[in-house]
Nanobody
Framework: QVQLIESGGGLVQAGGSLRLSCAAPGRTLYYSSVGWFRQAPGKEREFVGGISRAANTPAYADSVKGRFTISRDDVKNTLNLQMARLQPEDTAVYYC?????????????????WGQGTQVTVSS
């Protein structure tokens, strides 16, 4: 059973920053396509961004481009999400996900492994 463990969520004021991290004990993230998703109450889970196994350049949803930065630390075997200029509409549970395919995809169903999620709340 692959474990993905998110950390770093919390409460922040609008305009602030947070950093999320996803650890993967027992699985080398370098050999996976890995991504971040988020789900707000009453909404579908949506792709935030990710890094494909086939490429090291992150891909982002338009809604977070220029504000969020995804990185993979191959020494610590973690996937990180640095979030800046946060807005109330960024409030959601954030999930780390991994798939065995070569490319990230925006479809949650394509991912094989999920973390338990971490809450991010942005107050106005």
């Amino acid at each position: 059973q692959v474990q993905l463990i998110e950390s770093g969520g919390g409460l922040v004021q609008a305009g602030g920053s947070l950093r999320l991290s996803c650890a993967a004990p027992g699985r080398t993230l370098y050999y996976s396509s890995v991504g971040w998703f988020r789900q707000a109450p009453g909404k579908e889970r949506e792709f935030v961004g990710g890094i494909s196994r086939a490429a090291n350049t992150p891909a982002y949803a338009d809604s977070v481009k220029g504000r969020f930065t995804i990185s993979r630390d191959d020494v610590k075997n973690t996937l990180n999400l640095q979030m800046a200029r946060l807005q109330p509409e960024d409030t959601a549970v954030y999930y780390c996900a991994a798939r065995d395919g070569m490319l990230v995809t925006t479809a949650p169903a394509a991912y094989d492994y999920w973390g338990q999620g971490t809450q991010v709340t942005v107050s106005s």
